[in-house]
C-alpha cells in the first residue's frame, strides 16, 4: 500500500494505491486520525485501492467518527465497483459520505 | 460427502501470527491461477478475515500455529485448523447495520463479511481443535 497526501489550503486529498488490510491498516489509521487536527477537510481517494477488509473498514469507521467529532467532514471519491459491494453489503455506504 | 472430512490437495503449515498473512494469500492465490479476479479477491477477503482472527484471538497471549488446507476441484473449499480455544465463528452475532456501528460490532464484520462472501461456511471442533471449512462455488 502506497499513501500520497496532497493539501490544497485546508483541505486535505489522501490517495490509497493498493490494498487496506490487517497488514496495512494501522499505517493508514496513523495518517489519517492526526489529520483531523490540521485539515478542514479530508478527502480519501481509494481510485487506485484495490482491495479492502475489515481492518480497513475499522480505520473507516474511527475516521468517520473523528470526522463527527472535530466537526470536520470525510469524503470518499472514486470508489471502485468491487470496493462500492463491500461498502455495501456491510452498511458502510449508508455511513461514509461517498462521492 | 461432509466437507470437514473432505480430501485436500494442498496443505501450509504456519504460526499464526499477522506477519504471515501474505505468505497465507500467496499459498491460496497459487491454487487459484486462472479464475475470476472476483472469485480471489473474495477468497483473499474470507481467507483473511478468519486467519487474522486466529491469529488475534486463538492461542492469546501465547502463539500456536495453524494449518490451511485447500482443493479446487468443482469447488472451492478450503479448510483451517487450529489448537487454540474454542471458537466457533458462525454463533457469532451479525452486526446491526442498520443501526449505529459500535467497536465491539466491527468485530463481527469479518465473520459477517466470510458469511456474505462465502457459499458454505462450517465449523467442527475436534480433539481440541478448531475446524473451520469455507466453500465457495466456481
Redesign the interface.
Known sequence: MTINKTQDKGKLTISIEGKL???TAQEFQDVLIPAFDDAREIVLDFEKLT?I???G??VL?AGHKKSFAKDVPMKIINVSE?ITE?FT???FAS?LSIM | MNTISERYAKKLEAEADIENLAEVLNFINAELPSHSLKLRNSINLAVEEIFVNIANYAYKPDKGGIAIYISTEQKVSIKFEDKGREYNPIERDDPDLDGPLTEREIGGLGVFLVKKLMDNIEYMRVENKNILVITKNI
Do not use: E, V
Open positions: 488490510d490487517a497488514t482491495y477488509s475489515s481492518a473498514l475499522r469507521l468491487d463491500i453489503m456491510t452498511g455511513i
